[in-house]
């Protein structure tokens, strides 16, 4: 997609421009010229934020050094729209819960049992591990490490962030 293009959808979504413009005349250089223009308009965050969204406009990530950008309204993370629902990124190797309307939590998906990554289901604050049962937190405070032959405790945690349809996960952290 051009990136004056995108840029327009995007700001369409934003409400910052009409679609109606967009609809007649997305191909138009003078249209074009108009988006940049008004791309100049925005504020730092704005902009920040356009760029995120045409980075992850491809796959719905976007793995900038140990930052891991993730667009929330794309196909394989649009689950984290509805509270309680949770996604086991195993590319990552995060499991990221809608928490409530503002936040995100993304937690290790490694078990601190013996380390089975991918048999995870949630319910009420926890998660289990189907390999051998155990559940195991979303709080703070006696974190169980990866395959570490905990039982119990709170999976380990990585500082995310909700900007609008943006979550960024912090694997620094
Ligand atoms: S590996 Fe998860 S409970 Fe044993």
């Known amino acids: 997609m051009k990136r004056a293009l995108f840029i327009r959808k ?42 995120l969204k045409e980075k992850t406009s491809e796959n719905g990530f976007f793995l900038d050094g140990k930052l891991l950008y993730i667009d929330i309204t794309n196909d394989l993370y649009s689950k984290l729209q509805n509270t309680g629902e949770f996604i086991n990124d195993t ?21 601190p049992h013996l380390g089975t990554s991918n048999s995870w ?31 119990s405790g709170n999976l380990k945690q990585y500082t995310a962030l909700l900007n609008q349809d943006i979550l960024t996960v912090d694997f620094d952290s």
């Not at 590319?91 to 078990?111: I, P």
């Not at 949630?122 to 559940?135: E, I, L, M, P, Q």
Request: with cysteine; glycine share 6%; hydrophobic share 30%.
């Open 91 to 111: 590319d990552h190797y995060v499991l990221l819960l809608r928490k409530t309307d503002d936040t995100v939590l993304a937690l290790s998906n490694c078990c």
């Open 121 to 151: 289901s949630y319910s009420k604050g926890s998660f289990r591990c189907a390999t051998h049962g155990n559940s195991y937190g979303t709080g703070t405070g006696f974190e169980a490490n990866c395959s570490s032959n905990s039982t």
């Open 10 to 51: 995007v700001l369409v979504f934003l409400g910052i421009t009409s679609s109606s413009t967009l609809l007649i005349s997305s191909c138009e250089t003078e249209e074009n010229e108009d988006v940049l223009n008004l791309e100049k308009e925005l504020t730092e965050e704005e902009k920040a934020y356009l760029d």
